[in-house]
């Protein structure tokens, strides 16, 4: 007869516990900063990996979000004056940035850190694309995690939670097991080392005397596309995550400063949050966003596979379950894998999708004191056809926009109407024409951002039905103790999605797109004034370590990273004409810039 | 002990009734514009099947009428009830009615509201009217989709029968309870129990109370 496991109470374990988070700014780095320091008062603390931005430092770009992201703001209003000191004494700010050998932290940070942390969270940065440049996919997300593992060996006792995609399953699969797979969605076996070798030498492509910069990223872009098409993957996020995924455990386990303890994540898609920090909360354009700004207007049609499962998850549930993991690596009773699709793992269809966006227009259009208005976009709802070239898409809108607007702008009143008599006509027609031609231009900007848009996220609206596998993370939340599942395990019962779709997502994303077009960016609260008390780590601690960057001779600091596969790339190089002499010189760029 | 109930048929005696069958404005309001005019039409047959129908068998022309539903997603169906309820039912709602449902219920009466639309729909007047059992038909649906049939017992026409099983399930005492309907269709459920009364009644159950001595309330309630 087998023992019960023992019971899983979060506060408990997390209780003293320092944390260091990777992927600040991002929506759900800062979710999860929030949740932590809102739900968790006796973490122990919260070191966060921030990199430079322009002539923002790390250190800066965490006060402008803690003063001015919606994401704070049960913080802000919790604690009111006394935020700073409350958050001097919890959060540690190091400037540093993954894509740099052991993150681009210094000795003196590393020997700091060494004895303090018990779980790294890596948080990949979102990307603002699925089929990003080959070069960023191989910084940001393969050596950005290898150097993650590095950092994380050289911390005696810290454990790593890292998250990956969902989208490793590739874009055809039905089944979505909860296992690390030597075979790609394929069936075409997937060897990390040469699909890294592979990475690495479309990342040397340089633009040479035939192509432009931008025709090289192309050339790039395409390259990888096609190797993920060949693997099966939607796109080449995915097989950037699924290559990643590999190295992190290779790493984990046979790091030559000691085996790291890892967990793998996968999530679904993020999208608005349900309840934490406030329903709706988020700040980027994700696939309900393509789907939102697709619904507005005349279009009738997106391309796309009706019984597709969209796997969506809100924000704040899949921060839950970082806690909930750090919880159970804490305890040392996480498994390898865990995935987590959909709240309750029950995904919606792409069909149910646009249904639900059509019925929060109606609703919203509900409110509108244009009968007019209200009557004629009733008429049109939106559904998924498998054609690319089906009618009353985005895109053959756009084109029919245009060559209305083309016809109208050759019409000539005066060869319409030659009478002399017609001038009051002339002039009629003249006006009409003008509104008309504003209109159409107005309708071909829209098509044009919907359009981009869907074109963005297409890869992920053609693939087939699937069925969500979560049971681990669900036999894990089984484990928990009442408090905490009633708390931080939202992600673990059912989604209501008609209230979630209708009174959430869609109003949060009839808030966001319009800044996110207008101002390229999510909007903000009024700014805050932040006060540190005699606690001033921000003050002081921090401006110490922002010093120890600039002094120190980050080209000294070789990591295992470092050494091992930049020798595999420059072989690769050697053996791939079409890279030339500019990859020796590119690798010597890498080398200079870490 | 039995209690005894205030029955109250939704269409005619507590709103004013619609010239269309209940059907009509989801159809009007489908995904697919094509199928908003087409089953438009068998609705409207439904429609009339129903008036060249005997009493007592206008069930099958309230099955047709729903069937046109089909392929429609729960969602919609949701969504559409929502807005009927809140741009028809409601303000449709003859004036005093909330006065004879308190008077009711101070008099330790049950109140039961009777619709032959969907459930979805008069749920929010339910509570509106703070009804304690609602009776109305539901669709039913298949992963999300309804099928177009109406799960049983179908409302449309009710039976002295039905009333009778009805009373037993909920321990209630007909010849103690009351009805109040507009239509000749709800000649048979006021028949069935002691205290019936017509509210502002179509000619046929005029002619009924009249012979049978119910009392009348004009659209005044």
């Not at chain 1, 018990?118 to 997300?141: A, Q």
């Not at chain 1, 009733?378 to 985005?394: C, M, Q, V």
């Not at chain 1, 020798?567 to 810039?593: K, L, N």
């Not at chain 2, 539903?69 to 039912?89: F, K, P, Y």
Request: aromatic share 6%; net charge negative.
């Amino acid at each position: 007869m087998s023992t019960p496991a023992p019971t899983l109470a979060l506060t408990r374990v997390l209780s003293g516990a320092e944390l260091l988070l990777t992927g600040f700014p991002g929506t759900l780095a800062q979710t999860v900063v929030a949740l932590l320091l809102h739900e968790v008062p006796v973490l122990g603390h919260l070191h966060l990996v921030i990199p430079q931005k322009g002539y923002q430092s790390g250190q800066e770009r965490f006060l402008h979000a803690l003063a001015r992201a919606t994401a704070f703001r049960p913080l802000r209003t919790r604690f009111g004056e006394d935020l700073g000191t409350f958050l001097a004494s919890r959060v540690s700010i190091h400037e540093g940035d993954i894509r740099e050998p052991l993150c681009g932290l210094d000795a003196s940070t590393r020997e700091d850190l060494a004895e303090r942390i018990d779980v790294v969270v890596h948080i990949p940065e979102s990307t603002s694309e699925l089929t990003p440049d080959s070069r960023e996919l191989l910084e940001r997300h393969v050596e950005g995690a290898c150097h993650v593992m590095d950092l994380a060996a050289r911390l005696p006792r810290a454990r790593v939670l890292y998250l990956s995609s969902l989208q490793v399953h590739g874009s055809k699969a039905s089944q979505t097991p909860e296992q690390l797979s030597t075979v790609s969605p394929a069936g075409r076996p997937f060897s990390p080392e040469a699909e890294l070798v592979f990475l690495q030498m479309l990342a040397c492509h340089e633009a040479n005397e035939d192509e432009s910069e931008a025709e090289a990223i192309q050339t790039r872009k395409q390259a990888a596309l096609a190797r993920a098409d060949l693997h099966g993957f939607a796109n080449t996020y995915a097989w950037g995550q699924a290559l990643a995924e590999h190295l992190v455990l290779g790493r984990a386990a046979r790091n030559p400063h000691r085996v790291v303890q890892t967990t793998l994540l996968r999530l679904g898609h993020l999208e608005a949050a349900e309840r934490f920090p406030f329903p709706g909360f988020f700040d980027a354009y994700a696939l309900g966003g393509a789907l939102w700004a697709a619904s507005q207007g005349m279009v009738s049609a997106v391309v796309g596979n009706p019984e597709r499962t969209l796997a969506l998850l809100p924000v704040d549930h899949a921060a839950q379950a970082i806690l909930v993991l750090s919880a159970a690596l804490l305890e040392g009773s996480a498994a390898p894998l865990y995935q987590l699709g959909s709240p309750g793992g029950q995904a919606l269809s792409l069909d149910r999708a646009l249904e639900l966006q059509n019925l929060a227009n109606r609703k919203a259009l509900r409110q509108s004191p244009l009968p007019l208005q209200r009557h004629l976009e009733r008429l049109i709802d939106l559904s998924a056809k498998p054609e690319d070239e089906a009618p009353g898409t985005p895109k053959r809108l756009k084109e029919w926009s245009a060559k209305v607007r083309a016809k109208l702008r050759n019409l000539d009143p005066n060869l319409l109407f030659p009478d002399p008599r017609s001038q009051q006509i002339r002039q009629i027609f003249s006006g009409f024409k003008v509104n008309a031609e504003w209109l159409l231009h107005e309708q071909q900007a829209q098509y044009t951002r919907s359009s981009h848009q869907l074109e963005q996220v297409q890869s992920l609206l053609l693939g087939s039905r699937f069925s969500l596998e979560q049971h681990e993370l669900q036999s894990l939340v089984q484990r928990l103790d009442e408090e905490s599942q009633q708390r931080f395990a939202a992600f673990s019962k059912p989604l209501n999605w008609r209230v979630y779709w209708m009174d959430i997502l869609s109003p949060a994303y009839a808030r966001l797109i319009p800044s996110l077009v207008s101002t390229q960016k999510a909007p903000e609260d009024p700014p805050f004034t932040l006060h540190f008390g005699a606690l001033s780590e921000f003050d002081d601690e921090d401006e110490d370590l922002i010093e120890l960057h600039e002094d120190s001779d980050p080209l000294s600091e070789t990591s295992d990273w470092a050494h091992s596969h930049h020798h595999d790339a420059d072989e690769a190089c050697t053996r791939d004409h079409i890279h030339g002499p500019d990859c020796a010189d590119s690798h010597d760029h890498d080398e200079s810039a870490s | 002990m039995s209690r005894k109930a205030a029955f109250f048929r939704v269409e005619g005696a507590l709103t004013r009734p619609s010239p269309l069958p209940a059907a009509t404005f989801y159809v009007l309001n489908q995904r697919e514009v094509s199928h908003r005019f087409t089953r438009l039409g068998g609705v409207l047959a439904s429609a009339g099947l129903s008036l060249l129908a005997p009493l007592g068998e206008r069930q099958e022309a309230t099955r047709l009428a729903w069937s046109n539903l089909r392929g429609m997603s729960e969602d919609r169906l949701a969504v559409l009830s929502e807005e009927l309820c809140e741009r028809q039912l409601i303000p449709s709602l003859r004036p005093n009615v909330r006065a004879l449902i308190e008077q009711c219920r101070q008099e330790g009466f049950v109140i039961v509201l009777i619709s032959e639309q969907l459930e979805f729909a008069v749920s929010p007047l339910k509570d509106l009217l703070q009804a304690d059992v609602l009776v109305a038909n539901t669709m039913e649906t298949h992963e999300g989709v309804a099928t177009g049939r109406l799960v049983e017992p179908v409302i449309s026409q009710l039976s002295g029968q039905w009333a009778k099983a009805f009373a037993a399930a909920h321990d209630l005492d007909l010849a103690a309870s009351r009805a109040y309907g507009s239509t000749g269709g709800d000649a048979l459920l006021l028949s069935a129990v002691g205290e019936p009364c017509a509210i502002a009644p179509d000619w046929r159950l005029r002619t009924i109370a009249r012979d049978q001595n119910w009392p009348t309330l004009e659209d005044a309630a």
